[in-house]
């Protein structure tokens, strides 16, 4: 049985005063140790308040992005022994902001699972097709190429713990939210691949996101099918509407 799994992404958005104050706001709304699993994924200067705040909760924190070296010299970069240190537990590795603006691939992203993996942190590995690439009729294709270079050379037991969020492009800041039969499609697809890479058990204990203008009106419907297991939100997130989007 797997346990539902809602995570904020924050993105580049709260300085650390205004996370204090959104995270009070929150704290009697959300139940961070209820049935679905909370994680709040805040820019690296917010983890420490966020982290103190959330303390006895029941809620996460997690980063948006790491490194994959140690340490040494990477100018502005954060490592994995650094965010496990200030008490975060997630990582979003590969959002497709970071692919786009930062020029990550496949590899690097590869790479920083490795190393979140390493030092115990669970990625939250994102993936999700361009509007152009749904209207060529090659979603699964892209999504399945994106999923097997990000899992080379990780094992069953690796993925059985780790999410995957599936998160068209299309659909991220728009507005615009897949319909929960578009993202049960991909979704289904997706631990369908984890069965041919791996083997049932993992297809079964993976946990799969939807992620796209995921809000406190369409989350109820999208969680509501049987292979999406929680949601990455962005814009919501950021607002009393995040409650919503755990609670349904
Ligand atoms: C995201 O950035 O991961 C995201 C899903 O954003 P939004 O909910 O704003 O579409």
Redesign the pocket.
């Known amino acids: 049985m797997r346990k539902r799994i809602v995570a904020g992404?924050w993105?580049m958005n709260m300085t650390p005063s205004e996370a204090k104050k959104l995270v009070e706001e929150l704290k009697p709304l959300i139940n961070g140790n209820g049935d679905t699993e909370v994680v709040y994924c805040v820019p690296a200067i917010d983890i420490p308040i966020v982290s103190e705040l959330v303390s006895g909760t029941g809620v996460s924190v997690g980063a948006e992005n790491l490194y994959f070296e140690d340490k040494g010299a990477y100018t502005g970069e954060i490592s994995a022994p650094m965010l496990v240190d200030a008490g975060v537990k997630y990582v979003?590795i590969g959002?497709?902001?970071r692919r786009e603006y930062f020029e990550e691939s496949n590899i690097i992203i590869n790479k920083k699972v490795k190393k979140a993996l390493e030092h115990g942190l669970i990625p939250i590995i994102?993936c999700g097709e361009s509007l152009d690439q749904r209207e060529q009729g090659i979603t699964m294709d892209f999504i399945r190429q994106q999923i097997k270079v990000a899992l080379l050379d990780i094992s069953a037991d690796a993925v059985k713990n780790l999410v995957i969020?599936y998160?068209p492009i299309w659909?991220?800041?728009?507005g615009k939210t897949a319909t929960s039969d578009q993202a049960q499609e991909v979704c289904g697809a997706i631990r369908d691949l984890i069965k041919e890479l791996y083997d049932e058990d993992t297809a079964d204990a993976v946990r799969i996101q939807y992620?796209?203008?995921?809000n406190g009106g369409n989350a109820k419907e999208l969680f509501s099918k049987p292979d999406i297991d929680g949601?990455?939100?962005?814009?919501?997130?950021l607002k009393a509407e995040f409650a919503d989007i755990v609670n349904a």
């Open positions: 992404n993105k979003i959002h497709s902001e994102c969020a998160e659909a991220i800041g728009t992620g796209g203008s995921v949601g990455l939100v962005g814009g919501a997130s």
